[in-house]
Nanobody, 127 residues
Framework: QVQLVESGGGLVQTGDSLRLSCVDS????????MAWFRQAPGKERECVAA????????YYADSVKGRFTVSGNSGKNTVDLRMNSLKPEDTAVYFC????????????????????WGRGTQVTVSS
């Protein structure tokens, strides 16, 4: 049963901005961390940004540092991803994920840290 729902994807041009949002439609769990992953055709799923609520620790992939900003609300299980200066290589399906365990900071980029996933939203950046 899908509980995380992403929105905000679309088709934009190089240099444009987008804001992705993820909401918990069920509110039956308490998240300890949330993240955004992306997967481009033929490539592995990668974590682009994550936030652990305790300590407000954040993680960014090197490829998005300085361009993407993750934020959210732990009580509502929501997480946003503000994406600026978008590039064609940012084109991918973006997935929201939530953890309910006790992740350590170094585990934030790992997919196995998260046990709840959304279905994804497509982001396409044209050159």
């Amino acid at each position: 049963q899908v509980q995380l729902v992403e929105s905000g994807g679309g088709l934009v041009q190089t240099g444009d901005s987008l804001r992705l949002s993820c909401v918990d439609s069920g509110s039956t769990f308490r998240s300890t961390a949330m993240a955004w992953f992306r997967q481009a055709p033929g490539k592995e799923r990668e974590c682009v940004a994550a936030i652990r609520w305790r300590g407000r620790n954040v993680y960014y992939a090197d490829s998005v540092k300085g361009r993407f900003t993750v934020s959210g609300n732990s009580g509502k299980n929501t997480v946003d991803l503000r994406m600026n200066s978008l590039k064609p290589e940012d084109t991918a399906v973006y997935f929201c994920a939530a953890a309910t365990g006790s992740p350590i900071v170094s585990s934030l980029p790992s997919a196995w840290t998260y046990d709840k996933w959304g279905r994804g939203t497509q982001v396409t950046v044209s050159s």
